[in-house]
């Protein structure tokens, strides 16, 4: 993957901290980073390479520590993306549509072109097309799955043939993968070296508000990411409750996705008995992506009720799309019975 990576980043002399250049026995005096001395628990800066969280990932995944990433959100890892393989002005990215918008935010502020290719009237993948729009600077390919905003994770059988025809970086993002009856791609990382999976803490987790997110690459990846991103990029208060959430929480996390994703399935077998409703797209994450009569009437309805949901309906394959998040049995029953209404 070397060689598809920017020169001025293959060349990059990271910075490092004097707690990075020595090796040796932990040693109680630190005069070395102009911290303040008084202790009040966090007073020193944070480990700008999250070992012990990354060791607790990488044996919850499967996966080796040195091929977990992690970035002040998924957002993080996102942009490092074109900042690690695309030169600005010159090479472009692939993405479907519709899709999740930073993908094209990042692409922007880095002044990198982002190939939109539709996906299909069934929001299937279009592999050819997606391949047809590549060239040979075309370094990165996005895939979001299940996709936001329409909700379906795409063909195993799609994603490979992409991972095995494209030469650059495949990203999936897994952002809603808890919620997919679908394995992830971790488990094939050390089939493809071009491949970047990406999850978060955000959704599943239930910890929106730390800023968690994390890439699963090759050792190779993952270095040169953790070389591009500031030293300190997560501090010490997110590295702390995630590690306490991911040793003391897990199966009150797997509650919760229980219960959305059965939520989910009630809300589309009441909703689909609105006559306001006409489409109710199948969804594999943890929201629910529909269609009704007239979607601005429809948001400003739920917006007097209390609800506030996403309009979806401004991008090109979603007309008249409301894209509304599960949230709890009694919230839910708030949006029922909004449609249910005469
Ligand atoms: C919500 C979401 C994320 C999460 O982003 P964070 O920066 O980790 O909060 C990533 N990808 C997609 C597709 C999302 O919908």
């Excluded at 490092?16 to 005096?29: E, F, M, N, W």
């Excluded at 070296?193 to 699963?216: D, I, M, N, Y």
């Amino acid at each position: 993957m070397i060689e598809l990576l920017r020169n001025n980043i293959r060349q990059l002399t990271p910075y490092s901290t004097a707690r990075d250049d020595y090796q040796g026995p932990k040693l109680d005096v630190l005069l070395d980073a102009n911290e303040n001395p008084y202790n009040n628990g966090y007073n020193r800066y944070p480990d700008p390479h999250q070992r012990q969280l990354k060791s607790i990932i990488a044996a919850q995944k499967g996966v080796s520590a040195e091929q977990v990433f992690m970035g002040n959100g998924s957002d993080e890892a996102i942009d490092l993306m074109y900042r690690l393989f695309c030169n600005p002005g010159i090479d472009n990215a692939v993405s479907i549509a519709p899709t999740y918008g930073m993908y094209s935010v990042a692409a922007e502020i880095n002044d990198i072109e982002l190939r939109e290719v539709s996906l299909r009237a069934d929001y299937s993948l279009d592999v050819e097309a997606l391949l047809a729009a590549t060239d040979s600077h075309t370094k990165l390919l996005w895939i979001c799955s299940p996709n936001n905003p329409t909700g379906n994770a795409f063909a195993e059988d799609d994603i490979l043939a992409l991972l095995n025809r494209f030469p650059g970086i495949v990203i999936i993002d897994e952002a809603y993968q808890d919620f997919s009856s679908q394995p992830s791609w971790i488990t094939r990382l050390n089939e493809f070296p071009h491949l970047v999976v990406l999850q978060t803490f955000s959704k599943a987790w239930g910890l929106a508000g730390l800023r968690c997110g994390l890439a699963f690459a090759s050792t190779e990846i993952c270095s040169y990411m953790d070389r591009v991103k500031y030293p300190y990029n997560i501090n010490m208060l997110t590295q702390q409750k995630v590690m306490d959430t991911l040793q003391n929480s897990l199966q009150q996390k797997e509650n919760q996705v229980n219960t959305i994703v059965s939520e989910r399935k009630r809300m589309a077998q009441s909703l689909i008995n609105s006559k306001y409703i006409r489409t109710i797209y199948p969804s594999d994450a943890n929201f629910l992506l529909i269609q009704v009569d007239d979607a601005k009437q429809w948001y400003n309805k739920l917006i007097s009720l209390g609800v506030l949901v996403r309009d979806r309906s401004s991008l090109k394959a979603c007309p008249n799309c409301l894209r509304i998040t599960i949230g709890t049995p009694e919230e839910n029953d708030r949006v029922i019975r909004a449609f249910m209404h005469d």
